[in-house]
C-alpha cells in the first residue's frame, strides 16, 4: 500500500513572498501520478496541479510549481507571488499508474495549512 | 455544467437512524467514489464504483453501502448511523478510461451523528 506524509501541519507566508510544501511518498511502483489539491474554507478540493511520474519534466501552473524528485520519493509545492486568496489547506495525493480499479483511487497525505499574512 | 452535486449539504442525525447521501455527476463519468475527512487527516476511501452494476470496498467501508444503477447516481447509505460516522463526506467523479485522470470533487455533505 503506499503511503503519503506532509511533514509540516501548519505554514505561513507573507503575501507576495514564494512558499514550499513539502511531500513524501513510499510506493513500489514505478509509475503513478501526483497531486496537490487545495481546500479553502469552503471545503471545496480544488485540483492545483497534476505530475505524472514518467515524466522528468516538472509540472507548473501559473504561480504553482513542483519539485519531482522521483528516487527521493519526493513531491513539493512551490508557490509565488502569495496571495490571500492562496490561504487553504493543501493536501498531496498519490494514484497509481497500473490498470484496473485501484488506478481511480486516490491516496491523500494529512493536509498543510498555509496561512497568507497581509 | 453542474459537475458533481451533493446533497444534503449538511445533516444532523441521531444515534441508530438511517440516511442516504445522495451524489450525482453529469460529465458522463464511469468512475465515482466517496471519501470521508475528519479533522487532522485527508480523504479516505469508502467506496467506489467503475460504472453501472459495478461497485467495490476503499479504505473504510465498514457502515456504509452503496450502488450504482446508473451511470448519473451514486449513493451512499449509512445504515445505522453512529458517532464515528460524524465527518464531511466528499463525492468524486472521473472518466475511466485511462488512470491518472483528473478526479472532480462535490462540495462536500457535513454529518452530525449525535
Known amino acids: ?118 | 455544467n453542474a459537475g458533481v452535486t451533493q446533497t444534503p449539504k449538511f445533516q444532523v442525525l441521531k444515534t441508530g437512524q438511517s440516511m442516504t447521501l445522495q451524489c450525482a455527476q453529469d460529465m458522463n463519468h464511469e468512475y465515482m467514489s466517496w471519501y470521508r475527512q475528519d479533522p487532522g487527516m485527508g480523504l479516505r476511501l469508502i467506496h467506489y464504483s467503475v460504472g453501472a452494476g459495478i461497485t467495490d470496498q476503499g479504505e473504510v467501508p465498514n457502515g456504509y453501502n452503496v450502488s450504482r444503477s446508473t451511470t448519473e447516481d451514486f449513493p451512499l447509505r449509512l445504515l445505522s448511523a453512529a458517532p464515528s460516522q460524524t465527518s464531511v463526506y466528499f463525492c468524486a467523479s472521473s472518466y475511466g478510461h485511462n488512470s491518472g485522470n483528473t478526479i472532480y470533487f462535490g462540495e462536500g455533505s457535513w454529518l452530525t451523528v449525535v
Open chain 1, 1 to 118: 500500500a503506499q503511503t503519503v506524509t506532509q511533514s509540516q501541519p501548519e505554514m505561513s507566508v507573507q503575501e507576495a513572498e514564494t512558499v514550499t510544501l513539502s511531500c513524501t511518498y513510499d510506493t513500489s511502483e514505478n509509475n503513478y501520478y501526483l497531486f496537490w489539491y487545495k481546500q479553502p474554507p469552503s471545503r471545496q478540493m480544488i485540483l492545483v496541479i497534476r505530475q505524472e511520474a514518467y515524466k522528468q519534466q516538472n509540472a507548473t501552473e501559473n504561480r504553482f510549481s513542483v519539485n519531482f524528485q522521483k528516487a527521493a520519493k519526493s513531491f513539493s509545492l512551490k508557490i509565488s507571488d502569495s496571495q490571500l486568496g492562496d490561504t487553504a489547506m493543501y493536501f498531496c495525493a498519490f494514484m497509481t499508474a497500473y490498470s484496473g480499479a485501484g488506478s481511480y483511487q486516490l491516496t491523500f497525505g494529512k493536509g498543510t495549512k498555509l496561512s497568507v499574512i497581509p
